[in-house]
């Protein structure tokens, strides 16, 4: 199996916008309400060029964790092209989210948690740290987003 080149710093930030951009499944860890045991679920979101918006059931482990807690780490893409996120997250729900985040985030997701009977949430997750890999050679420097900034200016 031949193995792919480490990319550019340029590359993989490029990489990972257009990733953030595109894709619309997330994986979120977050913890649990006694902060012990992680709890891992997918979730749609949309990315607006600084901040991804997901949504769940207010009830869920997901949910909860992302609302008591304010924290959470999300994956993106396939094993070998993933794009990783630490950030913080802030609930807001769907009377408060304004119409047209709603209606872009039920565009392209197909979920519209508006028209579901359970209470669900909008989460705003703001990432703190970004990180990017897709081969063995890029994990000396996978870091492209360090304290909510690009490392590399557009």
């Not at 039920?106 to 705003?124: I, M, Q, V």
């Given at each position: 199996?031949?193995?792919?080149?480490?990319?550019?710093?340029e590359?993989?930030?490029?990489?990972?916008?257009?990733?953030?951009?595109?894709d619309?499944?997330?994986?979120?860890?977050?913890?649990?309400?006694?902060?012990?045991?992680?709890?891992?679920?997918?979730?749609?979101?949309?990315?607006?060029?600084?901040?991804?918006?997901?949504?769940?059931?207010?009830?869920?482990?997901?949910?909860?964790?992302?609302?008591?807690?304010?924290?959470?780490?999300?994956?993106?893409?396939?094993?070998?092209?993933?794009?990783?996120?630490?950030?913080?997250?802030?609930?807001?729900?769907?009377?408060?989210?304004?119409?047209?985040?709603?209606?872009?985030?039920?565009?392209?997701?197909?979920?519209?948690?508006?028209?579901?009977?359970?209470?669900?949430?909008?989460?705003?997750?703001?990432?703190?740290?970004?990180?990017?890999?897709?081969?063995?050679?890029?994990?000396?420097?996978?870091?492209?987003?360090?304290?909510?900034?690009?490392?590399l200016?557009?």
């Amino acid at each position: 199996m031949t193995r792919a080149a480490a990319r550019t710093a340029e590359q993989r930030k490029h990489d990972t916008i257009h990733r953030l951009e595109h894709d619309v499944d997330v994986w979120v860890a977050t913890a649990s309400g006694d902060g012990e045991v992680p709890h891992l679920a997918p979730l749609s979101f949309v990315w607006d060029g600084a901040v991804l918006l997901t949504a769940t059931a207010a009830t869920t482990p997901t949910g909860r964790g992302l609302r008591d807690h304010g924290v959470a780490r999300l994956a993106v893409g396939p094993a070998d092209d993933t794009v990783m996120i630490e950030g913080t997250a802030v609930a807001v729900s769907p009377a408060d989210l304004p119409e047209e985040d709603a209606e872009i985030f039920a565009g392209k997701t197909g979920f519209d948690p508006r028209e579901l009977a359970a209470p669900h949430l909008y989460f705003r997750i703001h990432p703190r740290r970004i990180q990017a890999w897709r081969a063995r050679e890029e994990a000396e420097a996978t870091d492209v987003m360090r304290d909510g900034e690009w490392l590399l200016a557009d």
